[in-house]
């Protein structure tokens, strides 16, 4: 029961602090939302910055032990780069607002400490990419390629669609702001196009 009502606080926190930013997330509002008191909130966070910080290792550690289990199955290298796309590509369509507050968070690291939590949680999933690739390579399943510079693509065309979606709504002609757009038009393509990128620039 109470990790139960430590998740709906979560939830509830993810939901406010991507609707709002931090500033205008009241701790109050959350409590009040998730249906606790506030003694049960700092019982758990400790304060509004550790309730924050425990939204974002929430989402980042059960990624990373998800794409963990995926470089440790016994599949080919092809197999595990497209299983990794297709994470990454329902992952970052069906949380755009969470992708937003994180990239906001980066930013302008107005948080001391989170922003640096954030780029270490990351730097930790881009490496499970990394593994991916470099075992392509030295198994032969991959040519020689530029891992930093691929993970930079895979990871650039997110960054457009969702942090630039203003600009990348013009180029498409459509609302990627809109779930509905993003989730039944855009993300379809998206995985189609890095996959297809992708095959075409490893094979030997």
């Not at 550790?50 to 059960?62: C, N, Q, T």
């Not at 948080?111 to 930790?124: D, H, L, P």
């Not at 392509?136 to 040519?143: E, K």
């Amino acid at each position: 029961m109470k990790e139960d009502r430590k998740e709906i606080i979560l939830d509830t926190a993810e939901r406010l602090f991507s609707e709002n930013g931090f500033d205008g997330a009241s701790t109050r509002a959350i409590a009040n939302e998730a249906g606790v008191n506030m003694a049960m909130l700092n019982y758990y966070f400790g304060s509004k910055e550790g309730l924050y910080k425990a939204v974002f290792e929430r989402k980042f550690s059960g990624f990373h032990q998800t794409l963990i289990n995926l470089n440790e199955e016994n599949i080919s290298s092809w197999d595990k780069l497209h299983k990794y796309i297709d994470l990454y590509v329902e992952r970052v369509t069906t949380q755009s607002c969470f992708q937003r507050l994180m990239q906001h968070e980066i930013s302008f690291q107005q948080r001391s400490g989170v922003g640096g939590f954030i780029v270490e949680y990351m730097n930790k999933n881009l490496n499970e990419i990394r593994k991916v690739l470099q075992e392509g390579i030295n198994n032969g399943s991959f040519r020689e390629i530029d891992i930093d510079l691929t993970i930079s693509t895979i990871f650039g065309t997110k960054y457009y669609l969702v942090h630039l979606s203003g600009i990348a709504s013009a180029l498409f002609g459509k609302d990627l702001d809109n779930a509905e757009v993003l989730n039944q038009e855009i993300k379809p393509r998206l995985k189609k196009h890095l996959l297809e990128l992708l095959d075409s620039y490893l094979k030997k």
